[in-house]
């Protein structure tokens, strides 16, 4: 009945489930799953469906998109890829016009060496942060005049304000 990674999965959750000094029960309540569900996965009986493994990996703190590699359903590429555009959307020290151009030349780099950019990249790259995707952009999908954006989306001086960390 196991198929694929499934019984590397479920040796790899429960070692995880023991780190972070889980009962089985625990874990299952912290995940929203049955106990006997999460026994059958961790023993390799079962499949869990993509959804399930995000609920588990948040109940672990571990990356959802490692547990999808186990499982066979993402493959070590997709999750590099993953986690790098995760880091760049995640970093509060950048705004969402930096982090869309920062995406868009890790795309560049990715295809100059030959690889398609990912499912996550292009138009939609900054909506995942709540910003809309080419914030900042004219009609031709420049940014402003002198390339510089405020948080409110009007153009900046930057000869005239210095910039500061966000807080």
Do not use: C, W
Not at 103 to 125: C, H, M, T
């Amino acid at each position: 009945m196991a198929s694929l990674n499934v019984g590397n999965l479920g040796e790899y959750l429960r070692e995880q489930r023991r780190n972070a000094q889980l009962s089985l029960r625990q874990l299952a309540d912290a995940a929203g799953v049955s106990n006997p569900y999460l026994s059958q996965i961790e023993r390799g009986l079962r499949k869990p469906s993509a959804e399930v493994l995000q609920q588990v990996a948040k109940a672990l703190r571990i990356s959802a998109e490692t547990l999808y590699v186990r499982a066979g359903i993402l493959d070590e590429r997709e999750r590099e890829e993953l986690e790098t555009r995760a880091v760049i959307l995640a970093d509060p020290s950048i705004n969402e016009r930096q982090k869309s151009v920062l995406l868009q030349i890790y795309d560049s780099f990715r295809r100059e060496n030959g690889f398609e950019p990912g499912p996550e990249s292009g138009v939609g790259a900054g909506s995942e942060t709540g910003g809309e995707s080419g914030s900042g952009a004219g009609a031709d999908g420049r940014p402003g005049a002198d390339g510089h954006r405020t948080a409110d989306g009007s153009d900046a001086d930057p000869a005239s304000k210095p910039s500061k960390p966000s807080h």
